[in-house]
Structures are given as C-alpha cells and as structure tokens.
C-alpha cells in the first residue's frame, strides 16, 4: 500500500513577501496601492532588510488612542503606532496602526498633499520596523532624511495640492 503523500505546506503556498493594507473604522482613497505596496518592499530591501508580513491598518484617531493607552499606557493621539512583531532576525513582520484622521491633520500643517503624508507615514513606520529610531534629534533627523529620500521615489502618486 502506498503511503499517502503529505500535505502542502500551508504557509509554503503563501508568498515570500506582502504588504497588506485594511481599513478599520474609516475610509478614504488610497493612492494607488499597486505602486505603494512596491515600493514599501523595495524600501526594505534597500534597509537590506527581508519582508515576510507587513500589515497596515487604517483608522480613525479614537481607535488608534485607544490602541496606545491599552498597549502602549499613553494617552494622546498620535499618527502611527508600530508592532514589530517578527521572530526571526533581519525578517520585518509586523502591524501598522495609522490614524487617516492625524494624517489629513498633518498634510494641512505641513501643506502637503494627503497622499504624500500618508506615504510619509507609512515608511516612517516601517523605518521603525527596520531598526530606526527617533527619540533623539540625531535619530529623528535620519528617520526624516530616509523618509524624504524614499518619499523621492514614489512622487509621482501625490496628487496636487488644491489650487496648485
């Protein structure tokens, strides 16, 4: 009798590499997923780094302060909260809280288009995943260094400014 033969590996059929995006408890178009998800890998690549599992989830500032007092013990608003959650070194894993609310915010302030923001954002976090900090100005004035370079690369999906 032959024996039968073993099951797939189910996480062998999955891929190497993925960037997910989810939407929480708001909406919003998102600029062109197709081209961020790639360059958010390629990003990573660059920081020498391999990807198995990023996942982004969009939500309103409410949920997201309520994220940072559970796990975090802070209570404010913020743009971004990011869970490494990774156990195999020099592999980025992990999930990736963005307020769209602090976003439109900060696009006001600093008159940039929303999408260029949320870009902004997005890669900071994962410059986070990558190792960078930005407690101090030394690391805040490289993560903000990374950030515009990268931010050079994707460009093109900013929509204008209004009037512009």
Request: hydrophobic share 35%; charged share 25%; aromatic share 14%.
């Amino acid at each position: 009798m032959q024996p039968f033969p073993p099951f797939p590996d189910s996480e062998a059929s999955e891929p190497d590499e993925y960037v997910e995006f989810h939407f929480e408890d708001v909406s919003f178009d998102f600029p062109e997923p197709d081209t961020v998800g790639p360059w958010l890998l390629n990003v990573a690549e660059a920081e020498g780094k391999a990807v198995h599992e990023i996942t982004y989830i969009f939500c309103s500032d409410e949920y997201l302060r309520q994220i940072n007092v559970e796990y975090l013990d802070h209570d404010y608003y913020t743009d971004i909260i990011t869970f490494d959650n990774a156990n195999i070194p020099g592999r980025l894993e992990g999930d990736l809280f963005i307020s769209s609310e602090r976003v439109a915010d900060n696009a006001e302030t600093y008159q940039v288009p929303f999408s260029q923001e949320l870009c902004r954002v997005m890669v900071h976090g994962l410059l986070h995943l990558c190792g960078y900090g930005d407690k101090t100005d030394a690391e805040a004035q490289t993560m903000r260094a990374k950030e515009n370079f990268y931010l050079q690369q994707i460009q093109h999906v900013f929509e204008p400014l209004p009037g512009a």
